[in-house]
């Protein structure tokens, strides 16, 4: 008999089963369970709590009409036995489930942003919802707002430093270049020259010192005016600088009618001829009485120390520049001639 009954509450379980499988409350289960990993947090703990609590209960409810007293406590003892066993890895499972993956995300998210990677953005629960209640989306909302203000707040940055970058750039080079023969000045010849003589001694490559002085200066300015002199100047400025190569040599204005060069990777000879071919271009501008007296020095490749031997070569191109001026002036005075 007892056997009886016990099939008959099965038949009457498997059609319960069937009748829900077809109905319009077990589709829309379906279709939320399908929709569950897009789901915002409220319908995830809604269908949890559905599927954990209020599903078990009905199912009690139902055999309650149709279990005899004693198989509806053994029932009831066995789910509240499952609630009160499963109640700690459930609830590990639930805050796994609904909460900690996406607060993995977000930390990820903020990892990226830390190192730089602003252009990557969260995705929401619920992508067609704009504005919902829920935190979670909320927080998503911000840490994406977050990303695109200290995106737009790099580029404003580097926009405004290369800009900086630029005009340091230019100040920079307006701080070392002479104002009238556009000519590098006194100020980046005392830096460049050390610097040169410590690569040049490092590479054991050949440098040069030239220094050029206005003969009779003074008696253009006197007898065609200063303007006649200033233009006189910036001429030579022009000469010195287009008879040199660009980016490897340094011309420069020492100050007043003093000039120079500082040449690299030649020989001597070579230095020489570039010192004769200004000489004879400033002759051919037939300026009054002006001409140019030339002095030049060698790198000694042996020197240990590179400022001192940058003053070593000053005093040299000065010694020859002088033994010019005061031996006929208008004339190169290399170190093959000293």
């Not at 970058?165 to 000045?185: C, P, V």
């Not at 060069?261 to 030649?266: D, K, W």
């Not at 020197?303 to 040299?316: F, G, I, N, S, Y």
């Amino acid at each position: 008999m007892n056997n009886i009954s016990y099939k008959e509450n099965l038949r009457f379980l498997n059609n319960i089963l069937t009748t829900l499988k077809n109905s319009i409350i077990a589709g829309y289960l379906l279709r939320t369970g399908s929709k569950f990993t897009k789901a915002s947090l409220k319908n995830r703990a809604l269908i949890a709590i559905f599927l954990l609590l209020i599903l078990p209960a009905g199912f009690l409810l139902v055999l309650i009409e149709f279990a005899d007293r004693k198989e509806l406590l053994m029932y009831m003892s066995l789910h509240f036995s499952l609630c009160i066993a499963f109640c700690s890895p459930i609830a590990n499972w639930l805050n796994e489930w609904l909460v900690n993956r996406k607060l993995r995300e977000m930390n990820k998210f903020c990892v990226d942003l830390k190192r730089g990677k602003l252009n990557h953005r969260m995705d929401f629960f619920e992508k067609n919802s704009s504005i919902t209640g829920d935190e979670l989306i909320r927080l998503q909302q911000n840490l994406n707002w977050l990303a695109h203000s200290v995106a737009r707040r790099e580029y404003s940055l580097t926009k405004s430093l290369t800009e900086t970058y630029k005009d340091k750039e230019k100040l920079n080079l307006l701080s070392y270049t002479d104002y009238l023969t556009g000519l590098f000045n006194k100020r980046f010849f005392e830096l460049k020259i050390v610097e040169s003589c410590s690569k040049c001694i490092s590479c054991k490559t050949p440098l040069h010192l030239m220094m050029i002085d206005c003969d009779h200066f003074k008696e253009v300015n006197d007898q065609l005016g200063h303007m006649e002199g200033d233009r006189l100047l910036a001429q030579l400025g022009q000469i010195i600088n287009s008879s040199v190569r660009t980016g490897t040599d340094f011309p420069f204005r020492f100050g007043g009618d003093e000039f120079g060069a500082i040449l690299v990777g030649i020989d001597s000879y070579r230095c020489e001829q570039v010192a004769e071919r200004i000489r004879l271009r400033f002759a051919e501008l037939s300026i009054g009485r002006s001409s140019l007296s030339i002095g030049i020095s060698r790198l000694n490749p042996q020197a240990k120390d590179p400022e001192a031997e940058a003053v070593r070569l000053v005093e040299t191109a000065d010694k020859a520049l002088y033994f010019a001026k005061n031996t006929g002036r208008d004339k190169v005075i290399s170190p093959a001639r000293i």
